[in-house]
């Protein structure tokens, strides 16, 4: 984790897009205040389950993942985050998952209290609170759908959908090139099948035409037509 640096509001790449957006300037010059910016190396832990509440935070770049682990001591993916979502737990003593992140990363973070105390003072930033859970709730309805269908195919097609829609700028439009923000491993931990059918399914869509995978990590979405069928 790198040391703190100021908020800087002006050419934030997701000022329009995060909580922070419903606020006018001047109270989004009140909330900077009392936050700072740091960055995250990729698998570095932004909180942890059973820690105590004491911050939150907007994504502004990278990806992170919020997950548990259960009682078998397998972990449980619950969540991906993208640029402009918010991590953290208003109102609540403590953290209830891990918010790991999955690439190099850079968040604001705010101390809870102060962050609930702007919340009381500009209704404005409660309204979008309440909405971004909505869209996350949204995103875990989807994530559920996903890993309920049968075929391993369609959940691997599913996945990379979603990935290319978070990877976009456009609301309208998919991105047809980005890189994965999960291993395959955690693909495989998060759809609920073993890595070698991750890397199967992987190199089937890809032998079909419908993906193409540049590197480790870059994917091109060649036949997004096609990967739609392929999701179910």
Do not use: N, W, Y
Request: hydrophobic letters at 45%; a negative charge; glycine letters at 10%.
């Amino acid at each position: 984790m790198s040391s703190a640096a100021p908020v800087r509001c002006e050419g934030c790449p997701v000022r329009d897009q995060a909580v922070c957006a419903a606020l006018t300037d001047e109270e989004r010059a009140a909330l900077a205040r009392i936050g700072v910016t740091r960055e995250f190396a990729r698998g570095e832990t932004i909180f942890a389950a059973g820690d105590d509440s004491v911050a939150c935070a907007t994504l502004i770049s990278g990806a992170a993942k919020l997950s548990g682990i259960d009682a078998e001591g397998t972990e449980r993916i619950v969540a991906i985050v993208h640029p402009s979502g918010f991590l953290g737990q208003l109102f609540a003593a403590q953290v209830d998952h891990h918010a790991v992140a999955l690439t190099d990363s850079r968040l604001c973070l705010f101390p809870r209290g102060g962050f609930e105390a702007v919340m009381a003072e500009h209704p404005a930033l409660l309204r979008s609170i309440l909405d971004r859970t909505l869209v996350d709730l949204a995103e875990t309805r989807s994530l559920v759908d996903l890993i309920g269908r049968r075929s391993s195919r369609g959940r691997v097609a599913g996945l990379i959908l979603l990935f290319a829609r978070a990877a976009s700028d456009a609301p309208c439009h998919s991105s047809l090139a980005f890189d994965l923000p999960l291993t395959r491993g955690e693909m495989a931990a998060l759809l609920g099948l073993t890595i070698e059918t991750v890397s199967r399914q992987l190199g089937q869509l890809e032998s079909d035409g419908l993906i193409a995978r540049m590197g480790p990590r870059g994917l091109i979405v060649r036949d997004p037509a096609g990967l739609e069928t392929a999701a179910g």
